[in-house]
C-alpha cells in the first residue's frame, strides 16, 4: 500500500512560486507514472501534469505549460511540482496520485494511490 503526501501548499501573491512536493512510503513509486491534479472549489478535479516512471516523459494541462514544471527523484521516493507565475485562476487544493504502472495518464480514473490534497491559494 502506497501512501503519499502532500505539503508545500499555501498563500502566495500572484506572480510568485511555490513548489509542492509529494512524498511516497509504503511502497516504491520508481516503477510508477506519477500525476498532479487541482480541484478548485465547485468544479471537478483536473488533470495538472504527469510523469512516467523514469522522468522521460512529461505531459502538462494547457494551460499551466511554460509554468509549471513536474519532476521526480526515484532515490527520494519523492515527485515534485515547481510553480511559477501563479495566477489566481491557479487556486485549488492540489493532489498527488500514483499510477500501477508506468506509463502516465491525463484521466484521474487511471490512479490508484492518492494523496489528501495541499491547499494552494493565489491572490490577485
Known amino acids: 500500500q502506497v501512501r503519499l503526501v502532500e505539503s508545500g501548499g499555501q498563500l502566495v501573491q500572484a506572480g510568485g512560486s511555490l513548489r509542492l512536493s509529494c512524498a511516497a512510503s509504503?511502497?516504491?513509486?520508481?516503477?510508477?507514472?506519477m500525476g498532479w491534479f487541482r480541484q478548485a472549489p465547485g468544479k471537478e478535479r483536473e488533470f495538472v501534469a504527469t510523469?512516467?516512471?523514469?522522468?522521460?516523459?512529461?505531459y502538462y494541462q494547457d494551460s499551466v505549460k511554460g509554468r509549471f514544471t513536474i519532476s521526480r527523484d526515484n532515490a527520494k521516493n519523492t515527485v515534485y511540482l515547481q510553480m511559477n507565475n501563479l495566477k489566481p485562476e491557479d487556486t485549488a487544493v492540489y493532489y498527488c496520485?500514483?499510477?500501477?504502472?508506468?506509463?502516465?495518464?491525463?484521466?484521474?480514473?487511471?490512479?490508484?494511490?492518492w494523496g489528501q490534497g495541499t491547499q494552494v491559494t493565489v491572490s490577485s
Open positions: 510523469i512516467n516512471f523514469n522522468g522521460g516523459t512529461t
Open positions: 509504503g511502497g516504491t513509486i520508481s516503477s510508477r507514472a
Open positions: 496520485s500514483a499510477r500501477q504502472i508506468g506509463i502516465s495518464a491525463t484521466i484521474p480514473d487511471r490512479y490508484y494511490y
